[in-house]
């Protein structure tokens, strides 16, 4: 027993988890008052899991050997387009039942179609993840802007604000939804053959090419499952914010990146656990609680993240020169 403490604690999640504490008690040393109080501590609940959804579908993208660089201008304007058809029904005096489907059912379906589109464009156009999914943020940055003219959409119903805001017993409903998106990550990637082909693919896609799996089918699906989770992730930014905009949540897609890297995933692909990266995504939050709590602007707080993907990409790489 006290050997597989011993063990769980070395592993890389167990040095994870041991920085997460000390970074918590680290903040609440600094700022007792503040860090823990009820009303940070509630924000932060409500905060984690966007980032986290996001986070999870980013990992995906690079154990599969690529990245999603528009990964959070696929949420805004999913939630944009949601948004439009929510708002709309609200005020023509239609059911909140009608209002919630076709909003949310439209979100998802607006997001769907974004991870085609990057799929189709990486893997059946043969451009490089990079240079194809910057493409593709420019793209729906300007139909998001067009769409909204800089503004804001709102005039949601008062319902569809209890997804980001409400609680069920006794815990917040985006939690609940951030749980059930692990067990369903969880299961796909770890837990199917699905999972084992991404990770195969990710590694070495020549191989697994010759290996009979269908890698061009694997990769499509992956940036198609990518745009589901960053429409939940639009979800319960629309609910928690009370509107849609197309800047909500941009300081997510660094962090998403560096919630990855740092979890462990290896940002050339094939390797990564979601463990990690959740672990990883407690870590960064509570930074950028701390950070904010003693007075940081969002752009510092941005060169603070920077500074730490960069410090764990340069500890990563020696690591891997060093074991070869």
Do not use: D
Not at 4 to 13: C, Q
Not at 46 to 62: C, D, N, R
Not at 134 to 158: D, H, Q, V, Y
Not at 246 to 273: C, D, F, H, P, R
Request: hydrophobic share 50%.
């Amino acid at each position: 027993m006290k050997r597989s403490i011993s063990r769980n604690l070395k592993s890389s999640e167990g040095i994870l988890f041991i920085i997460f504490v000390a970074a918590f008690i680290l903040m609440s040393i600094l700022s007792p008052g503040r860090f823990l109080s009820r009303g940070n501590l509630q924000s932060m609940a409500y905060q984690l899991p966007e980032f986290g959804i996001l986070a999870l579908s980013m990992m995906l993208v690079i154990v599969s050997g690529g990245i999603n660089l528009s990964l959070t201008y696929m949420a805004t304007l999913s939630m944009i387009v949601g948004g439009l058809a929510m708002a709309a029904i609200t005020r023509s005096g239609g059911s909140v039942v009608l209002s919630l489907c076709a909003g949310i059912g439209l979100m998802i379906v607006m997001a769907l179609i974004c991870g085609a589109v990057n799929g189709f464009i990486v893997v059946y156009l043969g451009v490089t993840p990079m240079i194809a999914t910057l493409g593709t943020s420019t793209l729906f940055e300007g139909i998001s802007l067009n769409i909204t003219k800089g503004g804001a959409i709102s005039g949601f119903p008062g319902e569809f604000l209890e997804i980001g805001h409400g609680m069920l017993l006794g815990i917040p409903i985006p939690m609940v939804l951030f749980v059930l998106v692990i067990i369903g990550v969880h299961l796909a990637l770890e837990r199917s053959s699905f999972g084992s082909a991404v990770y195969m693919t990710g590694s070495n896609p020549k191989v697994s090419r010759y290996s009979g799996i269908n890698v061009k089918w694997v990769l499509f699906r992956v940036y198609v499952i990518a745009g589901f989770l960053a429409a939940i992730a639009g979800v319960l930014m629309a609910s928690r914010y009370n509107s849609a905009k197309e800047s909500y949540g941009s300081s997510y897609l660094l962090q998403s990146v560096a919630a990855s890297v740092l979890g462990g995933t290896n940002i050339n692909g094939g390797e990564g656990k979601i463990i990690g990266t959740i672990i990883a995504v407690m870590i960064i939050q509570v930074i950028s609680s701390g950070l904010n709590i003693f007075g940081f602007s969002r752009y510092l707080t941005n060169i603070v993240m920077g500074g730490i993907l960069l410090l764990v990409l340069a500890v990563n790489f020696v690591m891997n020169r060093v074991s070869k």
